[in-house]
């Protein structure tokens, strides 16, 4: 659908630039040739040539060629708001209009003389050059971002207001480009209604980057998972849709979407997350009793990185005073971070290696341990038999990388087959213990592109790799660079224009 809507839009634009050439005075064939037109245009129209080179620019170059066929409009004595947006919108019904009715004529440049832009008009233009200049910038240099959930506390808390740099790993040309402008994936004040038209779809291209992604990089992503939501708004990517087609109907599709309202997100509006990436591709990963180790080294810990200890004391709790001052603790988030241990005198308390320090040292404590996390089943890649992995004893893992060559065989098929299938586009089936890949049988598999590993610092709360694989490249949207903000009950004065690490 999408390749016949920007055949017909081509096709539309150049046939009414023939049409409009020939009423002009310009030999028609001219406005067939990709540039040759709009040079023609720009002399005929007496604007200054350094416009038609800057419209070369990538990315902002395309709305300089759109502000050039406004101003060869403008010479057909089309000169309303009405007619300015027909240009940008509807070209290619627009333009073979102005071409060929007999109603529409060429006026040259005689038109503009008597023509005088009213205030209102002023302030429109202006206002449009805003947007125009807005959109630009959050697609393709920086986006503002909020963090919703406490995955990353605290590093990174709710409410923090972040600056995203597109540019370090190389912005993405949109792959969805018609959609509602400063929003994501959802319309404002709504949380269902989606912002965008899925009609057209554009190829996945990364302009050159800066940087790559590097080990321990906060990184904002995709949400890999987001690609099929259950439209509700409890639902969505907290509550995934193939958590609850797992195991609350148990592999039934068709059950689960007469049941609930379903949508697929284009990979570019699914929901963005925030992680820190972990894994780098070809790395090996393995956590023991809730300890990340990469290649056998111990991974880096984050100074406020988060994980619950097993707090057993005297009989009696920790002071109210030294819960709030020392550890932050309060009664409005409370529950959050500190609940009972299974016993008296014991407690479950999510804090940072730092605040584990104070309170061993309190007099009525008797230990302090790490909690381990015992369960097993909600771990990626779901497969219990092959992969018995835990959220605190999970690995070893090899996360994939662009060129490497796995076995495919019943053991690795839960680990690779959502990269073989949605990552990177082909048609899998199993017959018999076998598998085909587009109807040729495989024994192994190499890897389009690179993965990477993300898990947030708060590791007992994050919905991270760990429950839900690798994330790939075409995925990354950009590092996370400042906190340019941040609010609870007033500014966090302290955290405003703080670097991310």
């Known amino acids: 659908m999408g390749l016949i809507l920007l055949i017909i839009g081509t096709i539309g634009w150049h046939l009414g630039m023939y049409g409009m050439f020939k009423k002009a005075g310009i030999a028609p064939w001219k406005a067939l040739v990709p540039f040759y037109n709009t040079w023609e245009i720009v002399r005929i129209t007496n604007i200054r040539r350094y416009w038609f080179w800057l419209q070369l620019i990538p990315i902002a170059g395309q709305f300089i060629t759109i502000w050039i066929t406004i101003i060869f409009v403008m010479h057909f004595k089309r000169v309303n708001l009405i007619h300015h947006t027909l240009t940008v919108l509807f070209p290619f019904l627009y333009f073979p209009y102005l071409g060929f009715s007999e109603k529409e004529k060429w006026y040259g440049a005689d038109v503009l003389k008597h023509y005088h832009k009213p205030a209102s008009r002023e302030w429109i233009d202006a206002g449009i050059f805003a947007v125009v200049a807005a959109t630009i910038i959050r697609t393709f240099v920086f986006e503002a971002y909020v963090i919703p959930t406490g995955s990353m506390e605290k590093t990174l808390l709710i409410n923090d207001f972040l600056f995203v740099n597109k540019m370090s790993y190389g912005p993405r040309i949109p792959q969805t480009p018609l959609s509602f402008p400063f929003v994501h994936n959802t319309m404002p004040f709504s949380k269902t209604l989606p912002s965008y038209i899925k009609g057209v779809q554009l190829p996945y291209k990364r302009l050159p980057a800066f940087t790559e992604v590097k080990r321990n990089d906060v990184v904002v992503f995709n949400f890999p998972e987001g690609d099929t939501i259950i439209n509700l708004p409890d639902y969505g990517s907290a509550v995934t849709y193939y958590d609850v087609l797992r195991y609350q109907f148990k592999g039934d599709r068709d059950a689960l979407n007469a049941q609930f309202p379903v949508i697929v997100h284009p990979m570019d509006k699914t929901d963005n997350y925030i992680k820190r990436c972990v894994g780098m591709p070809g790395d090996v990963l393995q956590i023991k009793e809730g300890k990340l180790f990469v290649n056998d080294q111990p991974a880096f810990v984050a100074p406020g990185s988060q994980t619950e200890y097993l707090v057993e004391t005297k009989g009696t709790a920790l002071s109210d005073d030294f819960l709030k001052e020392e550890l932050g603790i309060d009664a409005d988030n409370a529950e959050s971070q500190i609940r009972p241990g299974g016993k008296a005198g014991v407690y479950i308390i999510n804090m940072t290696p730092g605040e584990m320090e104070k309170v061993k040292k309190q007099p009525n404590v008797v230990s302090v341990a790490p909690f381990i996390d015992t369960q097993v089943g909600m771990t990626f890649p779901h ?47 199993e017959n018999n213990g076998k598998f085909f890949i587009d109807g040729k049988e495989i024994t192994n598999y190499t890897f389009k592109q690179n993965y990477y590993w993300m898990m947030g610092d708060n590791r007992h709360n994050s919905q991270d790799s760990r429950f839900w694989g690798f994330v790939p490249e075409t995925n990354i949207v950009g590092k996370a660079s400042l906190i340019w903000f941040s609010w609870n009950k007033g500014p966090r004065w302290k955290r405003l224009f703080n670097g991310i690490n």
């Open 383 to 429: 497969d219990e038999v092959n992969y018995p992995w835990t959220r605190d004893n999970f690995g070893p893992l090899t996360v994939p990388k662009k060129g490497t060559t796995v076995p495919v065989n019943a053991q690795t098929i839960a680990m690779y087959r959502r990269v073989i299938v949605t990552y990177e586009n082909n048609k899998l089936e």
